[in-house]
């Protein structure tokens, strides 16, 4: 069911022979260089800053801190945004699963309204369509329980101060008529979608038009503090004046006292052109949405699977039944991919953002869920870390302190 990557090899020290994801329809696709190159670090000894992780997290960071003047080596072992960044939904979403106001909530939401700016700058700095588009998504109760959680789920949001509506079954499939016949409530949030899937040739043009120095295929194995800072890769020394550790879901690979796991998604496709889906749908256990090219994803699980990439059938078959449980138009689409991704979960729930004194280099990473919506909020506030600015957004929660204190 799953197709090979259409893009060009770039030796990667992980195979992914599940992932399916990118369109071959996509016109960004063909606009990657051909062949991949491999840059060697032997050529850049130095930089301000390293970063090690070329997910979207480590993207945003070595983008937002070239904005703030600092050159920035950027080290993947595999491809720019070839791991959970493309593997995701690329919903832009805040609200829809918050029944409270805490620390994390309000992260969310600050990344949610950052995003904007992001896909304009990758837009800018591009030329291409990142293919982000903001509009309101729909939670739906198809239970009487599920109604009265969103009813309160409204209520307390409204109440912080956020935008969220309460509508009734009629009203709902007034604005969406593909809804399913059982609905008993739903509620309108303001949020929005990117194609991820497009990321790895947009993100990698983006940061080598910002003058980021890239380096692929550029396993760092090692990172050392002190007066002089460096890297240790497989193909060569760095030495920064910062380095920021953005590995996802390996930082324990790099940093092992970093609670960090990986929680594996898996996630679906379906080629549904003719469908004329206006929102995105949030059920309990997963979301969906449809790309402007018209296929339609649906994800995603959250499992504690170590890094097997490999589909699990039970996964597969409660993910279609969700799916079409929630779009009954669904049956009759081909199924298009399926495909798996490892998040990079957080023992204690909240995202590492900020100095870590026991590495002496900054973290980015734990963003679980909403990593893609978070990521440019969080690579401003590590960009201001990095030229001594103040944060300007409250980031003690978040801290890596918290380690070494509660160590
Ligand atoms: C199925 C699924 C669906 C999701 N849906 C959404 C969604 O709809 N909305 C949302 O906001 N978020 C979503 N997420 C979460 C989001 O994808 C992640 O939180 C986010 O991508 C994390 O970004 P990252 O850069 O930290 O990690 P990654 O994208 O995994 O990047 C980490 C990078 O570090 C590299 N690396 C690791 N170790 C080394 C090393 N030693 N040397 C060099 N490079 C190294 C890896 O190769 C990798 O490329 C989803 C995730 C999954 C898996």
């Known amino acids: 069911m799953t197709r090979p990557s259409d893009l060009p090899p770039v030796a990667p020290t992980t195979q992914k022979p599940y992932r399916g994801c990118h369109d071959s329809t996509d016109q960004h696709v063909a606009l990657v260089p051909a062949p991949w190159r491999l840059s060697g670090v032997s050529d850049l000894k130095s ?12 993207c945003a960071i070595a983008l937002a801190a070239r904005r703030a003047g600092l050159s920035v080596a950027l080290l993947e072992r595999g491809r720019i945004c070839g791991e959970a960044s493309s593997a995701a939904g690329g919903l832009i979403c805040a609200q829809y699963d918050a029944d409270h106001d805490t620390p994390l909530f309000r992260l969310r939401v600050a990344g949610r309204d950052a995003f904007p700016e992001f896909a304009q700058l990758l837009q800018e700095l591009t030329g291409l369509d990142v293919g982000y588009s903001a509009g309101p998504t729909i939670g739906l109760a198809r239970t009487h329980q599920q109604r009265q959680d ?3 789920r409204v209520a307390w949001q409204r109440q912080a101060g956020l935008q969220a509506d309460f509508l009734e079954p009629d009203q709902a499939r007034r604005r969406e008529p593909l809804l399913p016949p059982d609905l008993t409530g739903a509620a309108l949030y303001p949020d929005g979608q990117v194609n991820t899937q497009r990321w790895p040739p947009i993100v990698h043009r983006a940061l080598r038009a910002a003058g980021v120095h890239v380096h692929e295929g550029t ?3 090692a990172v050392s503090d002190g007066p002089n800072p460096t890297v240790q890769t497989v193909r060569g020394t760095i030495s920064a004046q910062h380095i920021v550790i953005a590995a996802g879901a390996w930082i324990r690979h790099l940093l092992p006292w970093v609670p960090v796991v990986p929680s594996r998604g898996h996630m679906l496709a379906f080629q549904a052109p003719n469908l004329d889906l206006r929102h995105i749908l949030h059920v309990p256990g997963g979301s969906l949405a449809q790309r402007s090219d018209g296929r339609v994803v649906f994800g995603a699980t959250k499992e504690r699977a170590g890094f097997d990439r490999r589909l699990r059938a039970g996964a597969v078959q409660e993910m279609l039944n969700r799916a079409l449980a929630t779009l009954p138009d669904l049956k ?6 399926i495909w ?3 998040r990079p979960e957080p023992e204690d729930g909240l995202p590492l953002i900020g100095h870590d004194p026991r590495s002496g280099c900054y973290l980015a990473t734990g963003h679980h869920t909403h990593g893609v919506t978070m990521s440019w909020h969080t690579a401003q506030i590590i960009a201001r870390l990095l030229t001594s600015q103040d944060p300007a957004y409250p980031l003690h929660p978040f801290t890596p302190h918290r380690l070494t204190t509660n160590a």
Do not use: N, S
């Not at 009759?332 to 991919?337: F, G, N, S, V």
């Open 219 to 221: 396993d760092v194995t």
């Open 150 to 152: 969103l009813i309160h």
């Open 340 to 342: 798996t991704g490892f």
């Open 47 to 58: 930089a301000d800053v390293a970063v090690v992780g070329g997910g979207i997290i480590g």
């Open 332 to 337: 009759d689409c081909p199924l298009d991919a």
